[in-house]
């Protein structure tokens, strides 16, 4: 009986295997693989590998434990004190900012396997970087101008680059919806309502001068996958993740690839190559599941109270410094005594 029960079991199995191997993605009107619609990949997975992994896969324990780790860390935010016999909430012209992290509270799972970074090459999950790319990777923002302060404060980029390229998740607002049109496939970005616009037939690059916020980003057709190759990256965009990010170089190029394995799944592959700050070329995997919709406006908008306060108190305490007296000088070592 039970040689019959695992029979059963491995026949259902590779069935199921051989299931996703042949899933056809939908066709739009024009003939290509249809990608449309509203994604995300919010989860607790992140660009590099934390130390409590062993693996690439992680165990139940190191999910469990990574979990812990970051209710603790979110504290207040994932405990929302629900009275469910409260009444219904007053009516609002606006969507309130929701009041818990919007995310997939567990590991991301490719192929069943919940993975403990997106990185996986190398085998470390580690970046590799050059010594100029980890000094790029520590930025350190100052408050001499509006241009020394992050460029997601200023609202040119958003919290955890969630429109990179790469596609970073983040903890909340993680939403895209894709559309697509014979010649373009566009991205919008719930977080900052940035767009990325991929040409599909205009395959002329600008001069390296014009550096976009995302890059310049061609894309073309191999079977069901939508390969898209980014240039052009801006030098001051810093690419973030929860377990440290990374700048790209003028030399820097980006490989992304989109294969939909599913009804409500789309597999995301990037590969990164950039001599001056990676020592070798690395290569991820993210999965995007489909999500409800519809994206609310995320407002941001640059020259509000917070950049104007935070330089002004800067101010403040400069002149603080100039006026304060300067401290006492140390009193001179005491001669020896004659002998």
């Not at 059963?8 to 042949?22: N, R, W």
């Not at 056809?24 to 449309?36: E, I, N, V, W």
């Not at 001068?209 to 240039?231: A, Q, Y």
């Not at 991820?284 to 935070?310: D, F, K, V």
């Amino acid at each position: 009986m039970r040689r019959l029960l695992c029979l059963g079991l491995a026949v259902a199995l590779i069935g199921s295997a051989a299931q996703g191997q042949a899933y056809k993605a939908p066709r739009t009107k024009f003939g290509a693989p249809d990608l449309q619609g509203l994604w995300t990949n919010t989860s607790l997975t992140w660009l590099q590998r934390a130390p409590i992994f062993k693996g690439l896969v992680a165990t139940e324990a190191e999910e469990k434990m990574m979990l812990a780790g970051f209710k603790q860390m979110a504290a207040g935010l994932l405990d929302t004190h629900v009275d469910p016999n409260a009444p219904a909430p007053p009516v609002v012209k606006d969507a309130p900012q929701a009041d818990i992290i919007e995310m997939d509270l567990r590991l991301a799972r490719i192929d069943g396997e919940p993975r403990s970074s997106w990185i996986v090459e190398p085998a470390d999950g580690k970046l590799p970087f050059t010594d100029a790319g980890k000094k790029a990777a520590r930025q350190v923002s100052n408050y001499d101008g509006p241009e020394g302060r992050p460029l997601e404060e200023r609202c040119l980029i958003a919290i955890g680059s969630p429109e990179g390229p790469p596609m970073m998740n983040t903890g909340f607002n993680g939403h895209y919806q894709i559309t697509q049109t014979k010649d373009h496939v566009a991205i919008y970005i719930e977080m900052n309502h940035d767009v990325r616009v991929i040409r599909l037939t205009d395959k002329a690059r600008p001069p390296e001068r014009i550096t976009p916020w995302m890059g310049d980003s061609v894309g073309w057709w191999e079977g069901d996958t939508l390969v898209v190759e980014t240039t052009n990256f801006h030098p001051k965009t810093y690419v973030g993740s929860m377990t440290g990010g990374f700048m790209w170089s003028e030399k820097g190029r980006l490989t992304e690839r989109f294969t939909r394995t599913g009804p409500n799944q789309m597999l995301y592959e990037f590969a990164a190559e950039d001599p001056v700050m990676f020592a070798r070329p690395w290569k991820a995997q993210m999965p995007l599941r489909t999500a409800r919709g519809p994206i609310y406006e995320y407002a941001c908008h640059e020259g509000n109270y917070s950049l104007p306060n935070a330089l002004s108190g800067a101010r403040v305490q400069e002149n603080e410094a100039k006026a304060a007296p300067p401290p006492p000088a140390a009193p001179a070592p005491a001669k020896p005594a004659a002998k």
